[in-house]
């Protein structure tokens, strides 16, 4: 056979033993994959590659709805950010709700997550079946039962506490109010110049109506106390501090006065426009002329 080649193709004895080889090579090359297949068969799943095909196509079209929240029940004086998210709300909201509590905000009742604006009316209507406050974690007092004989214990005497000279220790003595309330009362009444009526609690940062009316009958006020600005002769920084007054009210009340001259009562303080009635009735006991 190889003198054939020899006579046909005119190859030498290294070039016939070269191509043979190569001949031989490409032989089993060809028969490698059906030997693979037959020792290492595949083991494909077709139902399961076009089930997991469509569910990508449905994922991808927007056709599958997003996993509902899981609700179980909280109390929203202990739940942790990662709790509200579980809840459905996102991590801007659940953070939200963490800051109010990180100042000193409770919970009181369920009603009170009204308050939070990062809820919206139908999330505050889906979580409130599931709402548990514990009286001890929203630093309400605790029934407790007692069993006794004898004659009745005497009844102590309410503490009574001027709200306007109370220090934040004094402040902390009454029932229901912590050290955090304490120094916010107490930070409020130095911008506010004292307080002149009990309800002006209710504007304390957290401090809500549950709060108040628990309170309300252990403090007394003294609005002789407090401190008044002359309108007439008071400045910007005086004033910049009044939680009643925003920049711009100061502003239009000292350039009306360098216009107008000095004013004579309360009624005069209704010319400037951007001071509403309203304003101008709760500045009134603060203000002298």
């Not at 709700?97 to 604006?117: C, E, P, S, V």
């Not at 214990?153 to 955090?180: C, F, H, Q």
Request: proline residues 6%; positive net charge; hydrophobic residues 40%.
């Amino acid at each position: 056979m190889r003198k054939w080649f020899n006579l046909y193709f005119g190859l030498s004895r290294r070039e016939f033993n070269g191509l043979l080889a190569l001949m031989v090579l490409v032989v089993v090359i060809s028969f490698i994959p059906a030997v693979y297949l037959r020792l290492w068969p595949e083991n494909n799943d077709l139902k399961a590659e076009d089930s997991a095909i469509q569910q990508l196509e449905l994922v991808m079209t927007g056709k599958i709805r997003a996993e509902e929240p899981r609700l179980f029940r909280f109390d929203p004086n202990t739940i942790g950010i990662a709790g509200w998210q579980q809840l459905g709300l996102s991590a801007k909201q659940a953070a939200a709700i963490g800051r109010y509590r990180a100042r000193g905000g409770r919970f009181y009742t369920a009603g009170d997550l009204k308050k939070m604006y990062v809820l919206s009316p139908e999330r505050y209507a889906r979580l409130l079946p599931y709402v548990h406050i514990n009286p001890k974690t929203a630093g309400l007092p605790e029934k407790r039962k007692y069993v006794y004989s004898g004659p009745a214990p005497p009844r102590p005497e309410p503490v009574m506490i001027a709200l306007n000279t109370a220090d934040t220790l004094a402040l902390d003595s009454i029932k229901g109010i912590g050290p955090a309330f304490a120094r916010r009362i107490v930070k409020y009444r130095q911008r506010l110049g004292g307080f002149c009526r009990k309800e002006q609690l209710l504007e304390v940062f957290g401090l809500d109506s549950l709060l108040f009316k628990e309170i309300r009958d252990q403090v007394t006020v003294d609005a002789g106390a407090v401190l008044k600005i002359n309108i007439n002769n008071a400045g910007f920084d005086e004033l910049k501090d009044h939680p009643y007054l925003r920049y711009k009210q100061i502003n239009a009340i000292i350039q009306f006065r360098k216009q107008h001259g000095n004013y004579s009562n309360i009624a005069d303080l209704e010319k400037v426009a951007v001071l509403p009635l309203e304003t101008i009735e709760k500045l009134a006991p603060y203000i002298s002329f």
